[in-house]
């Protein structure tokens, strides 16, 4: 049982929520722009889904081909997000990552460069010119490290092991801070803040086999919806294949891509090689060689009809592939042997997982959210990529838009006065953690939360239908009911805690799950990371708009509303005469 009585308290000018790419680049900005900043992280530092990055990001350098520019990389964006992308936050994005490699790259990210300095730029599916930079070793590692150093060098304060709640808002409506616990040291806190920016990733916990760190939840989300803000295209997800059994090597991915370039092929439970029927003009015959939504659409397809193996997954059979995948092949299969199953005998079975959120926060091309004092940036914001994002957009977006966030929400502290803790608050937080406490017996915390990725993967995961998604919606208001019987161990306060944030991490899973469930029930066609069993044609008629979620009058409730696109004139530097390289 958890004795709260009044807050740790702690107080800064801009409070940063989240450790990975998109909230080190808003600390960094914030504190250049003359804030006094806080960044606040719920694991270690720095951490995230930026630490697994692998390929790397894409920037129109033209160090590829001497053709591109921003122009041209902002229309493949958009083309690629299938129309619906605010096509500002995609030209933005496009134009400022140039400038911003070159500054990262100067901290000592280490990108690859030829003697003559022009960096390695590698085609990525969807681009019409090479622009996917990359470090010798994978991305997420070097980029941390960098980043993090930097942070530290600027002297930003950094608590890790914070996880936090709920926003803080005052009478007026303004975001003053969020509290959350510190549950190592059993501290319940409260952060005062003038700006509050929010930078916690996605939510891809919502399966329980994932490629992604444990601890990226959804609480933005959640936090956002429960204090009145708008979100936009939730039901947006890049899924990715994953390798789901042999048991030990769940989430284990970097085999796709490797096997699927050799002549891998996939086979639904009845043996039949069914890409043949997805992607019938495949060149060459290689059927599962198509672009990363057309295989996930017939993987998923072939799982939602039943076709599946017996543990919801397709195989994989890689046994003619492995020689021809060179040496990569050759240490996968190793990976596997060791877990025991020989690649060469038999095949593997693999799944679509949630990858990257192209939904979040609404934000305008400075990083405002719909709330006062209150910024977003990287994967808790939405709207850059529309229903699909290109390989390397992700991070290429948590620069920019970590950045943009950081830095107004610094230059908008300064004319305000230091906030106090709102009235209530205490006594309202004080409340729903005795309310938590009465459970003594109940679902475990491991449970309830099996019981929730359960439900989405059957029934508001990749493909989707009506009938499923209603049920889907129907299971999450019970689960959201028997959160509070949930039983947690009393003990001693850090062991009670640590479980106490797992419940409230499901619960916002299930906040995460509702906004999903209720925007995919309402986009009736396929588009993108979005499809529809019973609607599998794109509608551009009726649906080339944006879905808009925002918190209903009942507790849990989700609205929606449907808005245009935000276009954007984009000049052609051609057209301007102003030819690029
Ligand atoms: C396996 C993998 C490979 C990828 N490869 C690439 C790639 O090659 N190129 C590319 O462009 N993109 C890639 N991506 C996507 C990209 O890494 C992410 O979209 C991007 O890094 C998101 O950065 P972020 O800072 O917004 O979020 P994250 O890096 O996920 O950081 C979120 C942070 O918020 C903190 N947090 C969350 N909730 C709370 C809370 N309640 N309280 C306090 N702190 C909280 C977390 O601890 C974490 O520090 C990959 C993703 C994965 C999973």
New binding site residues.
Partial sequence: MLSFTRFDELACDVLV????????MAAHEAHLTGARVML????T??????????????AALGHGDSRDNPYEHWKDVVSGGYGINNQRLARIMTEEVVERTYTIDSWGLGLVKDEAGNYGQEFSPGEIYPRLLHCISG??KPLMKILSTRVKELGIEVHNH????DLLKDDSGNVVGAW?FKHREGKVIAIRAKSTVL????A?QLHRIN???P???G??YA?GLRAGAELIDMEMIDYVLTTGWPKKMEGY?SNSHTFLAAGGQFLNRDGERFMKRYNPNAADGIFENGHRSLINRGIGTEIFEGQGTDHGCIYFDVRDAIDAAGEKGESISRAFRNAGVDLRKEPFEVCSCP??FLGGLRIDEHGHTTLPGFYA????AGGVHGSNRL????????FVF?SRAGRTAAREAKDKEAPAIPEGAEEEVRTSLKARDTASVGMSPETFRLALQENVYNNIGQVRSKERLLKGLSRLKELRQGARSVYLQSGTEPKHLKELIGVIETENLIDVASMIGTTALLRTESRGGHVRFDFPEQDDENWMVNITVFKGEKPGEVRTRIDAVVEEDFPSPVSLGNQAH
């Fill in positions: 929520i989240g450790g990975g790419v998109a909230g080190m606040l992280t719920k694991s530092f720095p951490a995230g889904s930026s630490s697994m990055a692998r390929r790397g990001y894409a991305m997420g914070a996880f936090l709640v959350g930078c916690t990733g996605g891809p490629d992604s760190p601890q990226v939840t609480d933005g936090m991915g990858h990257t940036g990287g994967e808790a390989a390397g957009a992700a991070l290429a977006d948590s970590g």
